[in-house]
């Protein structure tokens, strides 16, 4: 029953097909849906329990193209979170989308991108990923060009021109990889051990070149702009390419090249972290500056989007195992925390056709559990004990200071300190300022949109009181590679 | 009994809950709720003295937050839980018939009694994570409190507040990080053992730590947010802030010089400097503002100073220095009881009149004899009088101070013996300005007595307050066998104790003195200088207004500064990649668009042709406005226009040229043979030679066919190549 493995993948893919090709009413189509993701995530659930080292072998042309599929702790664990947080999303995106008549096509795409990401969680060795990350960008660019405007079009063509232009890079990067080690397959410790020795700069070229090409996906300076501009896909589209799939799947790439194939020791040995690090600091310290100045929400969050993306791909620069742990726990606490943040503006965008931060003064009267919610992801997002945002970043700096660098907690709490300064002033107007004395009437969002978003917000809490099972089993991972 | 630790965090936290939804519904249960609460757990608290007594009570759970709770309670942490559960009491009581007037009373009662159990946290927690977990809430907690106006004045108050506190988190952050990562230990009874051994980087964390906790305790260059958020906030916030709040920083401010540096002397020296620092800002600061609770606020700077000094001297005087731990817990205690009791009368007022300027306030509370009474207890209090409580912890920390300068030369002796009896001296000045002015002056405006305003529920607290001040007074060594628990705590060798006699004639001179100087200062400088004469009253004036202000000539302009110019520094970054693509693509078609022809293309015409055609094409296809076209034109003008045009104009002009000259030349030369008169037949000659010029014109097409050929020899040079190379290749082919 290896083929089990290929089912996750294949399900979604091929109810999408079901759901672009016969066109079904609406009732019909969101039962199609919510079924789906729903079986999905039993499936990956039935998988994460009783699959350990299962190997389904899809396609083998040659060495090189020999595609497989292998689901290992850290593959599952982002298979779990991508499958969950599809649920809500699709919860979501039915109250969102509204009952408009081109959204099969939407469903059909947003089905595959199910498929293709959990094809990513679930490749065997980096050709096979390689692969579902470039049909990623296919299946991602229809949601976001969904609105059809020249707005839409030309940010879809920038996100495609980043997308290829990283894809090429990495191409490349393989390329010459596997001419040196005729193994791409993904192994702790990795695969090029000791021949490191042997060609020092050509190792250092590969990882560059695969660390920025994996890098444009998750959003890496200076190849983050299609982020912002990508922000005109409907919401749910947005908060999934920035909570969970897109740059999540870039993120996860990354761990997947820097500890599983070339290994970070040979990396260590190379050098090549050293010049990436001073990308990602780059990476944390702007997108968090610049997001102060974003008036529009969205945009808000897209910035800020690209710095909690670097705190993640610090534990991929500094070779500590607890930097690891903590940049790991990052990954899935910031796709809880920024889902949540994006399903509140997007609430607000939908229901009181509001943007931008100075139209929102006193909405935390009118929709108070959508903006509770709000804030409670934003502390998480801040790090504010006894939130979860709180204990990756604490695992994060106290890697950076095992190193010895100092620059790394300091930058982490300067962030830290331009989080809140964007995202407390949205929270204090939502609640503090507009026109105290005015009886306003409470209009909250439909359930379909509004039980996500506290059951989200309910999850980042309940992970911030209780990490220590997820510590756990990521720390078992940790010590496996270190 | 350790789980009583939990309960005393958990029954406040459920009970506000319920609270919180009760008081949707029926604002009388939520108060009843909320009072009896804090009551349960006060008396709790006061039971659990049984087992402070013989020990310290400890209470774990390891399982939550990443490091588990651990929560503690020894004696020394036992007098900070017992004022802010006997505090949060009775301010609950005044603040349940204080708000009557505001809107969102629910949610600020939700946010204080929030802020109770957090600020519970921070004095019981051991685990330092878990301090800065409490410490964290309470900041933030308390915003809601500060802003709970909502004006202007509000918003600007809970914003310094705000970014002071997220700023002072992070620094305090900061050094828990690098404490974390040096000794790996996380309790702070097991730290004092390690911290101090790690060599000089010990200072750089401790003074983060210091700094952290510095801002919430309004140590001087930090203390900005103190005297604004004071007056913003409503008024049984503001008794907690000062009473309560600022406390929590001082509780981690001697955390770190006593427990967890080993009173280490630097440090300890440093905090006796920003203790006199603090004593004189504040004191000098309180002369001048005309708002009441900002003189309260800069107030409790001063006494703020006193604690500071104290936590210095304990340090430097090691285990003999059981003088500063009594007269520094003392004087925390003490502080917290009087403070809150005169916020309290300043509510009163501030209910009735909604006015807080002592301009127009003068002669209030004349006629008022129970809040007069009470206020007046609460600055004698204050001054440190004989008789009360402000004078034992006063007397105390003055007691140690003379104690540690025995062994130094005279000078400093003298020096700081002057300093500290200015310092307090300011105190009886500034608030015999505000006392008078309050009490004493004559005002025909208030002769009513305003009793039906003034609650029961309000007066309660201030009374019991009063009664406890008094009876400390009279009893000064009730506390005393307590304290003695505490020297155990504090590493104090209990060989060096003796019993205090505090109401000594000498004390109670140095004690006179005091305040008489500041008796003087009120009537020298105060009523003279900080006085003008407005409509028949001697009004008081700010002259702090034009002073350099901290906030707004430093950190305001240093931050902007550096918001430009990483502002600038990083949209540099931000914006990289697309410059340089949109470069690269503008020189391309800079390249792209240099003409190197000098003659009009015939191909031009061609491709013109069929663009016309093609845009006739297309309009018949799409139907778009007229001005999309024009804008569209425009664009594609753009595009099309040459940026370099390598062309023979030039030589066209020095054509013309040529051609003026010539005619010139011929226009003098017919001149010249008119005037030399020569025949018509010349003449005849002459004129056939003006035709002959006009066909100079014509050299323009000489050239331009010139040029024509020259382009002809060029294709032909081209068409004789191109046949060279096919012959050429032919030859290669064939002969291969």
């Known amino acids: 029953m290896n083929f089990a493995v290929l089912l996750p993948i294949l399900i979604p893919i091929i109810s999408g097909f079901i759901v672009g090709l016969s066109k079904p009413a609406y009732n019909r189509r969101n039962t199609i849906v919510i079924s789906t993701t729903i079986i999905n995530l039993f499936l990956v659930v039935y998988i994460v329990l009783f699959k350990t080292n299962t190997l389904f072998h899809m396609v083998k042309i040659n060495e090189l193209l020999n595609l497989y599929l292998m689901p290992d702790n850290i593959g599952k664990t982002f298979a779990i979170l991508v499958s969950a947080l599809w649920i809500f999303t699709t919860f979501y995106s039915i109250d969102y989308m509204g009952k408009g008549d081109g959204l099969n096509k939407f469903f059909m795409f947003y089905l595959i991108t199910e498929g293709v990401t959990l094809g990513i969680a679930f490749s065997g060795n980096l050709i096979t990923l390689y692969l579902f990350y470039e049909l990623l960008t296919l299946s991602t660019f229809p949601l976001v060009i969904e609105k059809g405007s020249e707005e839409a079009l030309r940010a879809g063509k920038k996100y495609l021109i980043y997308s290829f232009f990283g894809a090429t890079m990495v191409l490349f990067g393989i390329i010459l990889l596997f001419s040196q080690t005729q193994n791409l397959s993904f192994v702790p410790g990795g695969v090029v051990g000791i021949l490191v020795y042997d060609n020092k700069n050509l190792y250092l070229m590969v990882y560059l070149l695969l660390f920025l090409g994996f890098g444009v996906k998750a959003a890496l300076v200076p190849f983050h702009s299609w982020l912002p501009s990508a922000m005109v896909a409907p919401t749910p589209v947005s908060a999934l390419l920035h909570a969970v799939a897109v740059v999540k799947s870039g993120i996860f790439a990354l761990g997947r090249m820097t500890y599983f194939v070339l290994g970070w020791r040979v990396i260590d040995f190379t050098g090549g972290n050293r010049y990436t690090l001073i990308l990602v600091l780059l990476t944390i310290l702007m997108g968090s500056f610049l997001a102060i100045h974003q008036e529009n929400l969205k945009r808000r969050l897209a910035y800020s989007t690209i710095s909690q993306l670097g705190y993640v791909m610090l534990a991929l620069v500094i070779f500590e195992d607890s930097a690891y742990v903590g940049g790991f726990l990052h990954m899935l606490f910031h796709a809880t925390v920024k889902i949540t943040l994006f399903f509140c503006v997007g609430a607000i965008m939908h229901y009181e056709k509001k943007t931008e931060l100075s139209e929102i003064a006193g909405i935390g009267k009118r929709m108070p559990k959508t903006m509770i919610s709000f804030s409670v992801a934003s502390f998480c997002l801040i790090g504010i004990p006894p939130t979860n945002g709180f204990v990756s970043k604490w695992f994060l700096a106290i890697g950076g200071l095992d190193q010895g660098n100092y620059l790394i907690p300091i930058i982490l709490l300067l962030s830290a300190f331009f989080t809140a300064a964007y995202l407390i002033p949205v929270i204090s107007t939502a609640f503090f300022k507009g026109d105290p004395s005015k009886e306003v009437e409470v209009s909250e969002p439909k359930n379909f949109m509004l039980v996500p978003i506290i059951l989200l917000a309910a999850i980042n809490i309940i992970l911030g009181f209780f990490p220590n099972w997820l510590i756990n089993t990521i720390q078992a991972t940790a010590n496996k590679l270190f | ?736």
């Open chain 2, 1 to 736: 009994m350790d789980r009583l630790l939990l309960f005393i965090l958990l029954f406040p936290t459920i009970t506000t809950s319920i609270s919180y939804f009760v008081g949707k519904r029926n604002e009388l249960y939520r108060n009843i709720i909320n009072i009896l609460t804090t009551l349960v757990n006060f008396l709790v608290i006061l039971y659990m003295y049984k087992y402070i007594k013989e020990g310290t009570l400890n209470f774990q759970v390891t399982y939550v937050m990443g490091t588990g709770l651990n929560l503690k309670l020894n004696s020394f942490r036992y007098i900070f839980v017992l004022i802010t559960s006997f505090i949060w009491f009775i301010v609950n009581i005044y603040s349940s018939q204080y708000l009557f007037n505001y809107i969102h009373r629910n949610r600020y009662h939700f946010f204080f009694m929030v802020t109770y159990i957090s600020t519970l946290g921070i004095f019981i927690s051991e685990n330092i994570i878990n301090l800065f977990t409490f410490f964290e809430i309470m900041s933030f907690s308390s915003y809601p409190l500060i802003i709970h106006d909502e004006d202007d004045e509000a918003h600007e108050a809970g914003e310094t507040y705000m970014n002071m506190a997220v700023a002072g988190g992070m620094i305090l952050l900061m050094g828990i990080f690098i404490m974390y990562s040096y000794t790996q230990v996380l309790n702070v009874s097991e730290l004092y053992l390690v911290l101090p051994r790690i060599g000089p980087i010990k200072y750089v964390i401790s003074s983060l730590l210091i700094i952290g906790f510095g801002i919430k305790a309004g140590i001087v260059p930090l203390h900005i947010w103190l005297p604004k958020a004071h007056p913003a906030a409503p008024t049984p916030a503001s008794a907690i802030l000062s009473g309560i709040l600022v406390k929590t920083g001082i509780f981690g401010v001697m955390l770190t010089v006593i427990f967890l540096m080993d009173k280490d002397f630097y440090l300890s020296l440093g905090m006796v400097i920003f203790g006199f620092i603090n004593i004189f800002t504040g004191g000098i600061l309180a002369l001048f503002p005309v708002n009441i609770k900002r003189t309260l606020a800069y107030s409790t700077m001063s006494q703020i100073g006193y604690i500071i000094l104290g936590i210095g001297l304990m340090g430097l005087m090691k285990d003999h220095g059981y003088l500063a731990v009594y007269g520094t817990m003392f004087h925390i205690f003490n502080h917290a009881v009087f403070k809150v009791m005169l916020f309290m009368g300043v509510g009163i007022i501030y209910m009735i009149t909604h006015e807080l300027n002592i301009n127009k306030l003068y002669g209030f509370g004349r006629f008022k004899p129970i809040l007069k009474i009470t206020f007046f207890i609460g600055f004698c209090a204050i001054i440190g009088l004989p008789g009360f409580n402000g004078y034992l912890s006063k007397t105390l920390i003055h007691h140690s101070l003379t104690e540690y300068l025995h062994d130094f030369s005279s000078p400093i002796r003298i020096t700081v013996e002057i300093l500290f009896t200015l310092g307090s001296s300011i105190t009886t000045a500034y608030l015999l300005k505000l006392y008078i002015s309050l009490f004493v002056e004559d005002n025909s405006k208030y002769y009513a007595s305003y009793r039906k305003y003034i609650n029961k529920r309000a007066l309660f607290p201030m009374v019991i307050s009063s009664i406890i001040i008094i009876y400390i007074g009279i009893n000064p060594n009730i506390f005393e066998r307590y304290f003695f628990s505490l020297y155990n705590i504090f590493s104090i060798d209990l060989h060096s104790v003796h019993t205090i006699q505090f109401y000594s004639l000498k004390n109670m001179f140095s004690s006179f003195l005091t305040i008489g100087l500041g008796i003087i200062i009120y009537l020298k400088y105060v009523l003279p200088n900080l006085r003008q004469e407005k409509n028949g009253h001697m009004d008081y004036f700010d002259k702090t207004r034009n002073w350099i202000s901290i906030e707004e000539n430093i950190y305001n302009p240093v931050f902007k500064f550096m918001f430009l110019v990483s502002t600038f520094i990083l949209r540099i970054f931000d914006t990289l990649l697309l410059k340089i693509a949109a470069y690269i693509s503008y020189s391309l078609r800079f390249a792209a668009n240099i003409e190197f022809q000098t003659y009009p293309n015939p191909m031009d015409k061609l491709n013109s042709m069929i663009y016309s055609f093609y845009i006739k094409f297309k309009d018949r296809k799409s139907k778009k406005t007229k001005k999309e076209h024009k804008l569209k034109d425009k664009i594609k003008e753009s595009y099309n226009k040459p940026h370099m045009k390598i062309n023979l104009s030039e030589l066209e002009g020095k054509i013309k040229d040529y051609e003026l000259n010539a005619k010139e030349n011929f226009k003098s030369n017919i001149k010249h043979t008119v005037e030399s008169g020569k025949n018509i037949h010349i003449k005849e000659k002459t004129v056939n030679k003006i035709k002959d010029s006009e066909k100079i014109t014509t050299i323009k097409k000489d050239f331009d066919e010139t040029k024509y050929k020259m382009n002809s020899i060029t294709y032909s040079i081209y068409l004789v190549g191109i046949v060279m190379v096919v012959v050429l290749l032919a030859l290669i082919i064939f002969n291969t």
